[in-house]
């Protein structure tokens, strides 16, 4: 599986290992404790190498499908929601940061919203779009770590 983290680098290795997962994480602006990421990350290394293979990045992104299924969707429609202020369907920088804050409990600077509006905005009009929020395999993965998934 191929993750961008946060220093650009691409982990085409073979595998995620944990502290690629975390950089990951941290470059959609999320963060997350140790124990949390560690706990998703054990539950989907199967083989307990230390890193997600192929094979168990497959078995991760049909667990995030189905709990996209089961209510994962949701929770991500009233977490867009709720970071939303204006109602507009389209995330600003100070709704992210803002929202991010919210979410993790922790503060979140302007460069990271960036890093992360960058990251996410297809289009390339500046904010991010619900589709666009949603379709995010790591925003998946950050509500999947969330509702402990």
Not at 46 to 66: H, K, Q, T
């Amino acid at each position: 599986a191929v993750v961008s983290t946060q220093s650009g680098h691409y982990a085409g290795d073979g595998g995620i290992s944990l502290p690629e997962l975390k950089e990951a994480m941290a470059g959609v602006g999320v963060k997350f404790s140790e124990d949390e990421v560690a706990k998703f990350f054990k539950k989907y290394d199967a083989d307990g190498n230390g890193e997600i293979d192929f094979n168990e990045f497959i078995a991760l992104s049909v667990a995030l499908n189905d709990q996209a299924m089961s209510g994962s969707e949701q929770a991500m429609a009233h977490l867009f929601s709720n970071m939303d202020a204006d109602g507009n369907r389209s995330l600003s920088h100070k709704e992210i940061r803002a929202g991010i804050a919210a979410y993790t409990g922790k503060p979140v600077d302007d460069e990271e919203v960036t890093k992360l509006i960058n990251q996410l905005d297809i289009d390339g009009d500046g904010e991010v779009s619900y589709e666009e929020f949603s379709n995010n395999v790591l925003t998946k993965i950050a509500v999947a770590i969330k509702n402990d998934v």
